[in-house]
């Protein structure tokens, strides 16, 4: 018959948890702020190779201003043998065989032709100037290299980036 | 009569919804950056090449095979770090003196006087061209009295009446095979950039006192003209003149 009451036996303290979104609102726009978002997910695979010395396409622009295509080989190992030297291209996640495989050639040009009708009209830069990047394995030929080099050359896109991955930026 | 109270929302589950937020945007993104090398690709003309010889002094040749193995001039490279140091001779080796013995390009004086020469005699060029009415004509022409004018202030910022310029045939020629791995290409890339980074940022210190890297991503943020004229000026001292050459089938 105490006139104390007894105080709670056990249990931790419940913790206060109204900060939680705070601190992961702040970690969300660190990430939204510090990155860039995916253009396409390459339906090929491939390994850049790396390099120093290079130049950031994007510092200060945006990555819609430049077109990428991939050059890997097929996801599917089986269907290698359908592509020249084994190594397909992926424009805008369709893979096309490379400059004269299985698909009409010239698929490059109208690639390129096609993106750069397509930009917003406040990019004003003639097609000579707008990068095409190149994202190529490293163990791609390098004749297929200039099979799009090529036909970039024939619609007049001449600004080619050669990517790589810088060997201090990993 | 009490005040009635508001109920309070639950914002037990924000956290959850935050989390949701930020995995959706670590999924989808990239950190890496988009590094390469940017090279332009000749223009395609109808007319057939015109037959001028270039002097084998000239060139400087980096040929890959199928195997991957590497040419330098003929003499084969087995380290391929060492390509930069080759190109490094080919730029350096006659910049202050001429020496007709050895294979490497020479230079040559050009003044200011020279450029307002070609200048005045480019501007005839360009008005009768326009009276002719042949715009791709005159089009060349304006092109070429750009680059005098620009090579006029180079030698202003300069500071000497004349330069000693790098022969105008001069240029590094990549020579890859069908089979050659595109990280051998790349990699022949890597080396000439190299190169032509140490040759630009040595002179950079020298003449202005500054690292050429901080200058180049300043231009990149906001163009000032005196810094685009500093740019100018280093890429006409040490040009960056690349022929990539097709392989045959």
């Known amino acids: ?170 | 009569m009490a005040k009635r109270d508001i109920p309070e929302i639950n914002a037990g589950s924000m956290a959850d919804i935050a989390f949701l937020l930020l995995l959706f945007f670590l999924v989808t993104t990239t950190i890496d950056k988009d590094q390469a090398y940017i090279r332009k690709i000749p223009k395609k003309i109808d007319l057939p090449p015109l037959d001028n010889k270039v002097q084998e002094r000239d060139i400087l040749a980096l040929k890959a095979n199928n195997q991957n193995q590497l040419m330098v001039r003929d003499n084969i490279f087995s380290d391929p770090d060492k390509i930069s140091d080759f190109i490094l001779k080919f730029y350096q080796t006659n910049e202050k003196n001429n020496d007709a013995v050895n294979n490497f390009p020479m230079y040559s004086k050009t003044t200011i006087s020279l450029c307002d020469q070609n200048m005045s005699l480019l501007e005839q060029q360009v008005e009768e061209a326009d009276r002719q009415g042949a715009i791709e004509q005159a089009k060349f022409f304006q092109n070429s009295y750009d680059e005098w004018n620009k090579k006029k202030r180079a030698i202003k910022l300069y500071g000497k009446s004349e330069i000693r310029e790098l022969s105008v045939q001069a240029h590094i020629r990549i020579e890859v095979q069908q089979g050659t791995a595109y990280s051998i290409f790349t990699q022949i890339h890597n080396e000439i950039e190299e190169a032509i980074f140490e040759l630009r940022d040595k002179e950079c210190n020298r003449l202005f006192s500054e690292q050429y890297s901080i200058l180049k991503r300043r231009t990149a943020q906001d163009s000032d003209p005196k810094d685009k004229d500093k740019i100018a000026l280093l890429e006409i001292l040490y040009p960056a003149r690349i022929i990539e050459v097709t392989p045959k089938n």
Do not use: H
């Not at chain 1, 990428?68 to 020249?84: D, E, I, Q």
């Not at chain 1, 690639?111 to 394995?137: G, H, N």
């Open chain 1, 1 to 170: 018959m105490s006139k104390f009451k007894k105080e709670d036996s056990g249990g931790a303290p419940a913790m206060n948890t109204a900060s939680l979104p705070d601190i992961v609102f702040m970690l969300l726009f660190f990430f939204m702020v510090a990155t860039t978002s995916k253009e396409t997910d390459p339906t090929v695979e491939f390994e850049s190779p790396t390099g120093s010395k290079t130049t950031d396409l994007t510092p200060y622009k945006q990555r819609s201003e430049i077109d990428f295509l991939y050059l890997g080989t097929p996801r599917n190992p089986n269907r290698a043998s359908a592509f020249k030297m084994g190594f397909a291209l992926s424009l805008d996640n369709v893979v096309q065989a490379t400059a004269d495989g299985l698909y009409p050639t010239n698929a490059v040009g109208r690639w390129k032709k096609d993106k750069f009708s397509q930009k917003p009209t406040r990019m004003t830069a003639p097609i000579e100037a707008v990068i095409t990047c190149l994202k190529a394995d490293k163990n791609a030929p390098s004749g297929l290299i200039f099979d799009i080099r090529k036909e970039l050359q024939d619609i007049d896109a001449l600004t080619i980036a050669y990517s790589v991955r810088d060997k201090g930026n990993i």
